[in-house]
Every structure is written in C-alpha cells, then in structure tokens.
C-alpha cells in the first residue's frame, strides 16, 4: 500500500511540475513581426489575418509616446497574479502566466509600433490542444486594464 501511494504521489507530481512546458526558441519581433499562431485554438495574435476568427484579435491602441505606453503596460502585468516579466527591452515586453492548479504557462508577447501607435499581442499555450478561451481572456483582460 505504501509503495502505491508513494508511485502515486511521484507520478502526480511529475504530471504537476511537467506542465510548464519548455521556453519556445521562436519568441520574440523578426521583421517586424511576432511568431504566427500555430493551427490549434490556444493562441491568439493581432497579427493573424482578421478573417481568421480562431486566432485574430485586435492590437492595443494608445495616444501619447510608447514609451508612457509601455510603462503603463508593465505596470499592468506586474498587477497580475501568476504573471513574469521576462524580457523588458526597446519595443518588446515577453510575459509568462502561469495558470493557478497546475501551473500551465502561457507566452504573452507585446510589440510596440511607434509608426502607427498600436501595440500587436500574441498570446499562446506552451502545451496543450484547446485553451478554453483562456488566452483571448487574457488579453481582453490586459486591454482593459490598459484602457483605464
């Protein structure tokens, strides 16, 4: 009995730690673009084609400098639970959150625009097919949390 529950306790513990995921290497702005969604549903981008209703969601827009923009973003992030700043520089913010059961992480990008003063976003799960809308939430949420 011993045996089995300690199998038990070591299996749910590898289930629990292995959700994070690995880091993907595809991160960050190349050509002045962020990584496209892959085909499954567990990412959103403001980067895909709008007529992509699965992975399309609208940029963040702000007036004023990026700079103010990007301090009001990080200020954002930092106010939310279970989120990760974890690169900070020029015109990109790369952010993980990471769900509250199992600790599932989610890659949220932002890429500031200066020219047309929008901010692109991409957010995705770093395992997993669906998300439950999780990610769209995400950034709805951000973007609220912005706009005030």
């Given at each position: 009995m011993k045996l089995e529950l300690l199998i038990s306790v070591v299996a749910l513990a590898a289930v629990f730690f292995s959700c994070s995921g690995t880091r993907p290497s595809n991160l960050g702005v190349k050509d002045g673009a962020l990584n496209?969604?892959?085909?499954s549903p567990n990412c959103v981008s403001s980067q895909a084609a709008?007529?992509?209703?699965?992975?399309?969601?609208?940029?963040f827009k702000y007036a004023g400098s990026s700079s103010g923009a990007k301090e009001r973003l990080v200020e954002v992030i930092e106010?939310?639970?279970?989120?990760?700043?974890?690169?900070?520089?020029?015109?990109?913010?790369?952010?993980?959150y990471a769900s509250a059961l199992f600790r599932f992480v989610d890659d949220?990008?932002?890429?500031?625009?200066?020219?047309?003063?929008?901010?692109?976003?991409r957010s995705a799960s770093r395992v997993g097919y669906g998300d439950m809308g999780v990610n769209r939430k995400?950034?709805?949420?951000?973007?609220?949390?912005?706009?005030k």
């Open positions: 496209l969604c892959p085909g709008a007529s992509d209703k699965v992975h399309y969601i609208e940029p106010s939310m639970k279970r989120a990760k700043i974890i690169i900070n520089k020029d015109n990109y913010i790369d952010a993980e949220v990008e932002f890429y500031f625009d200066d020219a047309k003063r929008i901010i692109h976003v995400r950034v709805e949420r951000i973007r609220t949390l912005f706009e």
